[in-house]
């Protein structure tokens, strides 16, 4: 069965680092997603991505963060500059479609910001 | 601003009982709900509702939406311990395609 997949599962860094998670988004699914989940709290939604371009960003996502789809298949998610409020779970999901088709999750890299 | 509440926040039962998960909404442009089990990590997938009053079933999980009164509900019968998880409830409205509003979760724990 087709799932999404996500690099690397833990990802330690020293705030003010840059980082990058990676993501394989289901092959032929057209929209694409980043949530975080500080530990304890709700699932947040950062962005979406479709076509090539932000769809829409919450206020989370600041001119620290960045998407890009740099080829085919991979989906990453860019922290230029860490801090320590941004250690989380960041969960990639992707969808067939925009509206009305459920997103498929992947198995989420663990952030930790020292 | 978008939100989803569910209850309860934490349900403890005996293998072979039936919960009832809550979750309520209030979202503009509602467009569906959606219904996850969340292990280790991922949320997975598990039902989504856009029409009121149709019950959705895979096994012993079933779920409704009531688009009138803002809820939904996610029934487990004949609870089995593989059942334990966090159960999140989202939502997706308002003025973009595709962002999920989550609620906090329904942690369900369900004892041998």
């Known amino acids: 069965e087709p799932e999404v997949t996500q690099t690397p599962s833990h990802q330690v860094t020293q705030m003010g680092q840059e980082v990058i998670l990676r993501c394989v988004p289901i092959?032929?699914?057209?929209?694409f997603y980043w949530y975080r989940q500080i530990l304890g709290q709700k699932v947040e939604f950062l962005v979406s991505f479709y076509n090539n371009e932000i769809s829409e960003k919450s206020e989370i996502f600041d001119d620290q963060f960045s998407v890009e789809r740099p080829d085919g298949s991979n989906f990453t998610l860019k922290i230029r500059s860490t801090k320590l409020e941004d250690s989380a779970m960041y969960f990639c999901?992707?969808?067939?479609?925009?509206?009305?088709?459920?997103?498929?999750f992947g198995p989420g890299t663990r952030l930790t910001v020292t | 601003e978008d939100k989803v509440v569910q209850s309860p926040l934490s349900l403890v039962v005996h293998e072979g009982d039936t919960v009832t998960l809550n979750c309520s909404y209030e979202?503009?442009?509602?467009?569906?709900l959606l219904w996850y089990k969340q292990e280790k990590k991922a949320p997975t997938f598990l039902f989504m509702l856009t029409s009121s009053g149709i019950e959705k079933k895979s096994g012993r999980l079933s779920s409704i939406l009531d688009k009138k009164e803002l809820f939904s509900i996610l029934n487990i019968t004949a609870t089995q311990t593989g059942d334990s998880a966090i159960y999140l409830c989202?939502?997706?409205?308002?003025?973009?395609?595709?962002?999920?509003?989550f609620g906090q979760g329904t942690i369900l724990t369900v004892h041998p």
């Open positions: 092959s032929n699914h057209l929209y």
């Open positions: 989202a939502v997706e409205g308002g003025t973009s395609y595709g962002k999920l509003t």
């Open positions: 979202v503009t442009n509602f467009r569906s």
């Open positions: 999901a992707s969808s067939a479609s925009g509206s009305g088709y459920e997103q498929y």
